[in-house]
């Protein structure tokens, strides 16, 4: 398993119709790709952090996330939504750490 | 619910016995602690950030979360371990989004 996650600011006023439009399309049209799982839209809360959302999804493996990625779907959201509408962003990747 | 994260690098020596035990202490007395939930280890592999591990943990809420932060156990092991053998990390965290 192989969990996705992005931390991120939006350029879009607080609050606003426009912040409110991209969490929702980002949410169906990401979550729609084959291969996603358990795909979450938060909030990011913590006073030590500046970012203000996050997004979470878990790929079977690293096919699947390399499909994701490559995704016409998602390559058209990252060049029309992503990158004119988030002002900063940064990803994190896990997999389970296997402890003795 | 909220989920704390964070992810972070070690001063110790990739794959050394210090390494794993930092990890394993972790683990056990972080999990331990009253009000956490699905504790997991983490390693960190996206290519586009240096950190190399993470904790992930949820609490039932804001109370449970400050109960956890002010817990002896947790302020010993940030005070005994995290100070001395943690190189960065950065603290994320996060409630679910409720999108229309």
Redesign the interface.
């Known amino acids: 398993m ?3 996650t992005v ?1 991120f600011t939006l350029k879009h006023q607080q609050h606003s119709l426009e912040e ?1 439009r991209f ?2 399309d980002a ?1 169906r049209i990401l979550s729609a790709i084959k291969g996603v799982r358990h795909f ?7 006073p ?2 500046d ?1 203000q ?2 997004f ?1 999804m878990e790929f079977a493996d690293q096919r699947a996330y390399t499909a994701y990625n490559e995704h016409p779907d998602h390559v058209a959201f990252v060049r029309d939504r992503w990158v004119p509408e988030v002002e900063a962003f ?8 296997v ?2």
């Open positions: 192989i969990r996705h931390v409110k969490l929702a949410r979450e839209a938060l909030r990011q809360i913590s030590k952090s970012y959302f996050g979470s940064q990803e994190i990747d896990y997999v389970p750490l402890l003795p």
